[in-house]
């Protein structure tokens, strides 16, 4: 939607409908300036990393039986603001939801069956989120590296806080073909719920530890 004084400068409308279950979700966005205004209930996925639920997840779970996913439901809603550009940036935000289980319907892969999914805990959340991100470069010919970090801390039926943290570099490499690698490292409350929590193993994760009161 075109900005015009008075109304909003972005509306953004989302919805899915999963095949196996045929239970929908949406989200809506409102937007003006750096300020934006969402509500939702949506399938979430527990590590915030790639792209669920996209194609990419959908495939491994079609061929594979699994797709490095942890997934629960969350209903609720946000009001957020970012500063900056593409090169760096800053958002914050403050969240109301309720959070629970979301059961596997899909029954068969072409390898076998499908893994179990984390039985999520029903707990209603409030808290704050923030995001920070900073780019270097933004052509693969030329190398780009960015990080990001990210995390929240929430009260309500359990109390709980998580941040994460990445980096990562893109280069070209030899004709139309480029390589890029990611270290990424987090840390969670030991009260977190089970969908709060962070998770190993799969193409996304390669190490976990446990020590103190906390697990990384």
């Known amino acids: 939607q075109a900005a015009t004084r008075g109304q909003f400068d972005v ?10 279950d045929l239970e ?10 750096r300020w934006k205004v969402s509500a939702y209930r949506e399938l979430a ?3 915030e990393v790639g792209q669920p ?32 550009d593409r090169s760096r ?5 403050a969240f109301g939801e309720r959070q629970a289980a979301a059961a596997v319907e899909a029954r068969w892969s072409l390898s ?7 039985t999520a805990d029903q707990t209603d959340a409030f808290g704050l989120g923030w995001e920070a991100r900073v780019q270097k470069g933004d052509d693969p010919r030329t190398g780009v590296a960015a990080g990001r970090l990210w995390g929240e801390a929430a009260g309500g039926g359990t109390g709980y806080w998580r941040a994460l943290g990445s980096v990562s570099v893109s280069r070209h490499l030899l004709g139309g073909l ?15 719920p089970i969908q709060r929590r962070l998770f190993t193993g799969g193409t996304h994760t390669l190490r976990a530890a446990l020590f103190c009161s906390q697990t990384a």
């Open 178 to 192: 480029a390589g890029a690698t990611s270290l990424g490292v987090g840390i969670t409350s030991e009260s977190a």
């Open 53 to 84: 639920p996209g194609i990419g997840r959908s495939l491994d779970a079609l061929l594979l039986g699994q797709d490095d996913g942890e997934y629960f439901w969350r209903t609720g809603g946000e009001v957020g603001a970012t500063w900056g």
């Open 112 to 118: 076998g069956d499908l893994r179990p999914n984390i």
């Open 11 to 20: 509306v953004d409308l989302e919805a899915r409908l999963g095949l196996a």
């Open 24 to 33: 929908p979700g949406a989200r809506v966005g409102l937007a003006r300036g």
């Open 89 to 93: 940036s800053l958002s914050l935000k």
């Open 45 to 47: 996925g527990a590590m």
